[in-house]
């Protein structure tokens, strides 16, 4: 189903458009919201693999990680319009549900963070560093979705990859604790999975192609 086919459908236009929106109208939230939870005092973990980690700057590491795996991975979804319009609507409830936990578990840096490096951050978020965005993850979270959807297995197995690399650098760097990094694929994972039930499938009349073994009508 090429893109131009897609966005004939009445259904898929309407919940691509409304994803969009909803994307907006986060992006513009996300920064009080994180600007709001670093002012805030919380608790600070006995994290027992942690403090075998000595912490070192591995910032530029994981900013290639990140944002070159996301590239990588994206290249398969955006070629699909339903996984892209999936994934779009994960990524959203993902991020209502990182709000939702980052707000009931008030947390403190772990010992040791260092401060990471991403010019990414300050042109979304308008600040140098966010460090008490802690429960869970997101920047296993974003690798772990994008692995998920990949329909070649390979490309899967790499992407898994990928998430273990970068659970592995956010400990060194000492900018989460271990549950947080162990949560984040928990958490995706759910998210993900809602979002394939039959019936929660966006519901697409008329729009047809493949998932895995279903096909969405």
Not at 21 to 46: H, K, Y
Not at 57 to 63: E, K, Q, R, T, W
Not at 147 to 167: E, I, Y
Request: glycine share 6%; net charge neutral; aromatic share 14%.
């Amino acid at each position: 189903m090429s893109w131009r086919e897609a966005w004939t459908n009445v259904a898929f236009r309407s919940r691509l458009l409304l994803g969009i929106g909803v994307m907006g109208l986060l992006a513009f939230f996300l920064p009080v919201f994180f600007a709001e939870i670093e002012q805030r005092d919380g608790l600070m973990l006995n994290d027992e693999l942690l403090n075998l980690i000595p912490s070192y700057d591995v910032s530029l590491v994981i900013f290639i990680v990140l944002y070159g795996g996301i590239l990588w991975l994206i290249r398969d979804v955006v070629k699909n319009p339903l996984t892209f319009l999936m994934v779009l609507w994960a990524y959203i409830f993902l991020c209502v549900c990182r709000i939702v936990t980052i707000s009931l578990v008030p947390l403190n840096p772990p010992a040791g963070l260092v401060e990471m490096w991403d010019p990414m951050s300050i042109f979304f978020y308008h600040t140098k560093m966010i460090t008490k965005d802690l429960f869970f993850s997101g920047h296993t979270s974003i690798l772990f979705l994008l692995a998920l959807c990949q329909h070649n297995t390979q490309r899967k197995l790499r992407g898994f990859v990928l998430v273990f690399l970068m659970a592995i650098l956010l400990l060194i760097q000492h900018v989460h604790y271990t549950i947080d990094i162990l949560a984040a694929p928990v958490f995706t994972a759910l998210l993900w999975y809602l979002i394939k039930v039959p019936g929660m499938q966006l519901s697409l009349s008329n729009f047809k192609t493949v998932t895995g073994s279903r096909s969405i009508e």
